[in-house]
């Protein structure tokens, strides 16, 4: 009984079990899962991989390095005009930001194969998820994997008004999002540049990250908050001269008006690839959002809307009802989600608290896994699953292309679906095999697939699968029935 | 490579009970060659960059630089996308027709209640099984159908069995005896077993077919494979009546121009390539291709266009009583924008799917209105389509 607790605490919280693992969660589950509520277990060493800032610093230097020494160059060679230099400089920061994704894959499928604290991990990803950031162009390819290690990892057990903000104002979000380009529709820079509001984040904030649809928010919310969001940006050379265009226009008059352009546009070249917020872009005036009216300081505007909107019980119930169908089932029962509910706001949206209450879910602690993995679970439990080191080879992008759920490349701001319809359809079901069946081939060196069943599922495994591994005529084929069991399907 | 088809088929009659394209139920005899194919364009398309009004009084200042000089002009004041010339040329031959004012009964502006509603044919709350997988259950004939892609799309799910979905494999196969004893372990996992069982089915009509080995979530690169696969299915003796594709990508809050023309190109080479595919059978099939909403009427800060509600509707094949312009225009007047900001819609698209069961399909009104789409009564099937 105690083994298929342990077994439950490793698989449903954790990401599969490790080779003893089972054993070291079955004297006390609860307990060793709440050891796992750390800040610290949420990080993984940053390494040799980029931060955003250096990211988006590399992308401006290179720019703006090869129009500098254009200009030096007094006899320009003919072989080699200034438009193709440009373009070859931005194609190798383009490789450069594919190989940097690349690495941040590769970190971050090692951490989830070894780490010793797989509840927090799975909490992060939990998070990164709803935070939903994709590589879906050249400009975000290079800030997905940062925006996880700089926006989630270091907030996940902090408090979620923290966790919000520090999403909404990253410099990967505030692009994927289109806010870094929103403009206020009555500023200088919109009547002289043709820009202007987009209400994406906003929107997207609303539906996803805080209340979820069809809470009681409406179009003009949108727009308000859009307006509130307006003038939060990432700085760049762009940015820097939109600021002074808009003062200049302002009527900063003469020489005391050219030294405040000057210094303000320097306050932005120096924080190039950072969240910024420049004044004139922002909309001007109070703004109306569900009812409240936000005046004072421009800059604190979108981060006093977003506190409001981290305590609506909306918010609560919407991050609930998510927790609950992640950890109990596709359909959680209302029990599950009022108890989360209230720890949420009990705690005021305190997430080592909500963490514990997902834990202390009696629901969620039903011998049969009620999850189906998504294809990420699948391999992560896997290779945990023969003690592994990393992911399949270091190289599991084919893999994870050929599953269609290659990391930081979700379809759309909500995310990877989190139920069993969408991932359980024939097609994916023939991917699953043909995975199965690859990799089988590689994981039976030395271990009987009777053991990797018995370390990976323990008393969670039925008799009718331990029977079918047990009868199969290869060691490949019982490791491919292993995989593909329903028990290890599922978490 | 028939040897070894031949093979699975024997295993899959043995044990899988389920069968993608039941035998023995042939397809109803005025019904036979009749194919639907339904294109979802994930995002919300902008249908007014697609086929612009371009004597509409108020487009030029609304739209400005988002509308392509170039467009091909078709009738009554719209233009198709230069983008797009095969679909120009279907609908001057009569074989492509369009809604240009076309949309659900939903009025919020999320893509994905959106999509869920226009996939499960509700008005207000989502369910959990598709349109599509209820008019199979009540199909007047043995029909099936099959979705491109590696996930099952909510319009096919639900309790109606006779629904697959295939995607391109880049592992080696598992041998018939691992998948004998798998179909055996998932006996008691009705999940599971309908999943490998129809999944097996699928390959066997694919079986072969060469493609871009990169599977996965498709982009514009992906449109022209993805049809030609729905052809192949399609076009098989005793093949599916129905395909499904989805086509992701087209939310263009920003830069729309350029991905919009990178996407138009992609959907038009695939649709040319699908009449390709199903040879004769293109005469007697017809597509729709819709999105859950359209865009805002004015152009944003970033060259682009934020969610709208009425949208455009693309109808062709050789079944399609083309040429025409369905519905009436709203015009962009400022009056006649949905809260000032959004075309109207004109022709609700229930009223499209069910016109095109019935007539193209068969199945009755009765059910169109009380089971497939429920208590749809109030929007009757639109006659004359095919």
């Known amino acids: 009984m105690t083994r298929l607790m342990g077994a439950i605490a490793a698989t449903r919280f954790g990401l599969g079990a490790r080779p003893g693992e089972i054993n070291d969660a079955a004297s006390d589950p609860r307990a060793w899962l709440k050891a796992q509520i750390r800040p610290d277990a949420a990080l993984i060493p940053p390494g040799e991989l980029m931060s955003s800032k250096q990211v988006l610093e590399a992308r401006v230097d290179g720019l703006l390095g090869q129009r500098r020494s254009g200009e030096e160059d007094k006899v320009r060679p003919s072989a080699n005009p200034a438009e193709e230099v440009q373009k070859a400089v931005l194609q190798q920061v383009q490789r450069e930001a594919r190989e940097g994704l690349q690495k941040e894959i590769e970190a971050r499928s090692r951490h989830a194969a070894i780490t010793p604290d797989p509840f927090a991990e799975r909490w992060v990803r939990f998070w990164s998820n709803h935070f939903t950031v994709a590589a879906r162009n050249a400009q975000m390819i290079g800030l997905v994997g940062p925006f996880e290690r700089e926006a989630i990892r270091p907030h996940v057990f902090g408090r979620f008004e923290t966790l919000l903000a520090a999403s909404s104002f990253h410099p990967a979000m505030l692009t994927y999002l289109d806010a870094a380009r929103s403009v206020g529709p009555s500023t200088v820079a919109a009547r002289q540049r043709d820009v202007g509001l987009n209400e994406n984040l906003a929107r997207e904030i609303l539906e996803l990250h805080t209340m979820g649809v069809g809470s009681g928010y409406d179009q003009a919310d949108i727009i308000e908050f859009a307006k509130a969001l307006t003038g939060w940006t990432v700085g760049s050379p762009l940015t820097a001269r939109l600021a002074s265009l808009g003062m200049e226009a302002a009527g900063a008059r003469a020489a005391r008006g050219a030294r405040a352009r000057q210094a303000a546009r320097r306050r932005i070249l120096e924080q190039i690839g950072e969240a910024v917020f420049v004044e004139e872009l922002h909309e001007p005036g109070p703004r109306k959002v569900l009812g409240i009216v936000y005046s004072g300081s421009a800059e604190q505007q979108a981060e006093r809307i977003l506190r409001d909107l981290s305590s609506n019980p909306a918010t609560a119930r919407h991050i609930a009802f998510k927790l609950a169908r992640h950890f109990v089932s596709d359909t959680p029962p209302a029990s599950a989600t009022k108890k989360l509910e209230d720890a949420y706001l009990r705690s005021e949206g305190d997430l080592s608290v909500l963490a514990g209450a997902v834990i202390d879910l009696d629901e969620a602690w039903g011998a049969q896994p009620q999850k189906f993995k998504c294809p990420e679970e699948l391999l992560i439990s896997a290779s945990r699953a023969t003690g592994s080191q990393t992911t399949f080879g270091g190289a599991p992008r084919q893999i994870y292309v050929s599953l269609a759920q290659q990391p930081f490349t979700a379809p759309s701001p909500a995310g990877w679906p989190d139920d069993t319809a969408s991932w359980s359809g024939a097609d994916a079901m023939k991917k699953r095999l043909e995975w199965a069946n690859a990799v089988s081939r590689r994981m039976v060196r030395g271990e009987a697939p009777t053991s990797f069943l018995d370390q990976a599922l323990a008393d969670l495994a039925s008799k009718r699968t331990r029977d079918a591994v047990a009868r199969a005529e290869s060691a490949e084929q019982g490791m491919t029935i292993a995989l593909m069991s329903p028990e290890f399907q599922r978490r | ?386």
Request: charge should be neutral.
């Open chain 2, 1 to 386: 490579m028939l040897q070894r088809l031949s093979r699975r088929a024997v295993l899959l009659a043995g044990c899988a009970g389920v069968l993608v394209a039941p035998k023995g139920r042939a397809a109803t005899p005025d019904s036979r060659g009749r194919k639907l194919i339904v294109v979802i364009l994930r995002g919300a398309a902008d249908g007014l960059a697609i086929l612009p009004k371009i004597d509409d009084p108020d487009i030029e200042a609304y739209r400005g630089l988002l509308v392509d000089r170039n467009a091909a002009p078709l009738s009554d004041g719209f233009a198709l996308h230069s983008a797009m010339p095969t679909l120009a040329a279907m609908y001057r031959s009569g074989e492509a027709a369009f809604v240009p004012a076309f949309g659900g009964p939903y009025r919020e502006r999320s893509h994905f209640e959106a999509q869920d509603l226009l996939e499960c044919g509700e008005v207000r709350n989502v369910v959990a099984d598709g349109w599509l997988n209820r008019a199979l259950q009540r199909a007047p004939g043995g029909y099936s159908a099959v979705s491109i892609g590696p996930a099952q799309p909510l319009i096919l799910r639900g309790d109606a069995q006779n629904v697959s979905s295939w995607s391109p494999a880049v592992l080696p196969e598992a041998s018939d005896d691992t998948i004998v004893r798998l179909m055996d372990l998932y006996e008691t996992d009705p999940v599971l077993k309908q999943a490998l069982s129809a999944a097996l089915g699928a390959d066997m009509v694919a079986g072969g077919m060469a493609m871009d080995s990169m599977g996965g979530r498709g982009g514009p690169a992906q449109y022209v494979q993805q049809f030609e696969a729905a052809g192949r299915f399609l076009a098989q003796p005793d093949g599916p009546e129905i395909a499904v594709v989805s086509l992701e990508g087209w939310d263009t809050h920003t830069q729309q121009n350029q991905m919009l023309r990178q996407r138009l190109a992609a959907l038009d080479n695939a649709i040319r390539r699908l009449r390709e595919t199903l040879g004769e059978i293109w005469k007697t099939s017809a597509l729709i291709a819709v999105s859950e909403f359209g865009r805002t009427v004015r152009v944003n800060g970033g060259q682009g266009t934020d969610h709208g509600t009425g949208g455009l509707a693309i109808l062709a094949g050789g079944a399609v009583k083309g040429g025409r312009m369905l519905g009436d225009w709203p015009t962009l007047k400022a009056a006649a924008l949905f809260e000032g900001r959004d075309l109207m819609p004109t022709v609700e698209s229930r009223s499209i799917f069910k016109g095109l069961l019935r007539d193209h399909l068969g199945w009755t009104t009765r059910d169109l209105n009380g089971f497939i789409f429920p208590d749809s009564a109030a929007v009757p099937p639109a006659g004359g389509l095919v």
